[in-house]
């Protein structure tokens, strides 16, 4: 199946809002309700949206949703089976992410830093479409805008599960190895799984300023 990948722009809000309100977790995925939004909110701000809930969980979570990709807060790219989105990566800057208690990105990963970095979060891929290279797909995407937007690695922030989970949002390690990352730092059952786009060295300081080439 060949998946068309595309960052995710205003104009892409609709496709957005549709695979969340339709087809990511259709099945009773547990993650869902979910529109990916807690990665950019600090705990603050997540335990007001919490309260908001009421009897409306996706509809409140959809509504902070449609605000972010607004303001384009929301980072990523979506896979299309034709016109219809089937996958979701969030993926930006590591910067672009917020300290928050749901730790999107460990603390021991940003304190193991490997210059300027590229994080994926978070993947969710609709029904039927699992285990059909779609997260493959979207993954492979990251390391290509990465490298060409000159940053020194990309990571990704595996669990390690007691069990085989299918509902593993953070992507399972054996993901990252086929795409060519490797095992960076590991703490209790998270692991950093890092591509090194550049020679990262010891001395090397996240957001460093790059060579003149």
Same mark, same amino acid.
């Given at each position: 199946?060949?998946?068309?990948? =595309?960052? /995710?722009?205003?104009?892409?809000?609709?496709? @957005? !809002?549709? *695979?969340?309100? #339709?087809?990511?977790?259709?099945?009773? $995925?547990?993650?869902?309700?979910?529109?990916?939004?807690?990665?950019?909110?600090?705990?603050?701000?997540?335990?007001?949206?919490?309260?908001?809930?009421?009897?409306?969980?996706?509809?409140?979570?959809?509504?902070?949703?449609? =605000?972010? /990709?607004?303001?384009?807060?929301?980072?990523? @790219? !979506?896979? *299309?089976?034709? #016109?219809?989105?089937?996958?979701?990566? $969030?993926?930006?800057?590591?910067?672009?992410?917020?300290?928050?208690?749901?730790?999107?990105?460990?603390?021991?990963?940003?304190?193991?830093?490997?210059?300027?970095?590229?994080?994926?979060?978070?993947?969710?891929?609709?029904?039927?479409?699992?285990?059909?290279?779609?997260?493959?797909?979207? !993954?492979?995407?990251?390391?290509?805008?990465?490298?060409?937007?000159?940053?020194?690695?990309?990571?990704?922030?595996?669990?390690?599960?007691?069990?085989?989970?299918?509902?593993?949002?953070?992507?399972?390690?054996?993901?990252?190895?086929?795409?060519?990352?490797?095992?960076?730092?590991?703490?209790?059952?998270?692991?950093?799984?890092?591509?090194?786009?550049?020679?990262?060295?010891?001395?090397?300081?996240?957001?460093?300023?790059?060579?003149?080439?």
């Amino acid at each position: 199946m060949k998946n068309e990948i =595309k960052p /995710l722009t205003l104009d892409l809000t609709p496709a @957005y !809002l549709d *695979f969340f309100d #339709n087809r990511a977790f259709s099945d009773g $995925n547990p993650n869902g309700p979910c529109y990916c939004n807690a990665p950019v909110m600090d705990t603050a701000s997540i335990r007001q949206m919490e309260r908001e809930f009421g009897d409306d969980c996706k509809g409140v979570l959809r509504r902070y949703a449609t =605000k972010q /990709l607004a303001e384009e807060k929301i980072r990523g @790219y !979506l896979a *299309f089976d034709g #016109n219809m989105p089937v996958g979701w990566c $969030n993926a930006g800057d590591m910067d672009a992410y917020a300290v928050n208690g749901f730790q999107f990105i460990p603390d021991f990963a940003r304190q193991n830093i490997c210059g300027r970095t590229m994080s994926v979060v978070c993947f969710a891929i609709a029904p039927g479409y699992r285990g059909k290279g779609v997260a493959s797909a979207l !993954l492979e995407r990251v390391v290509a805008d990465a490298k060409a937007l000159g940053y020194a690695a990309v990571e990704g922030y595996a669990h390690v599960p007691k069990e085989r989970a299918y509902y593993d949002f953070k992507g399972p390690i054996h993901l990252y190895e086929k795409a060519g990352f490797m095992e960076a730092a590991r703490l209790d059952d998270r692991v950093v799984m890092r591509k090194e786009l550049k020679d990262c060295g010891s001395k090397q300081q996240k957001n460093a300023p790059e060579e003149s080439v």
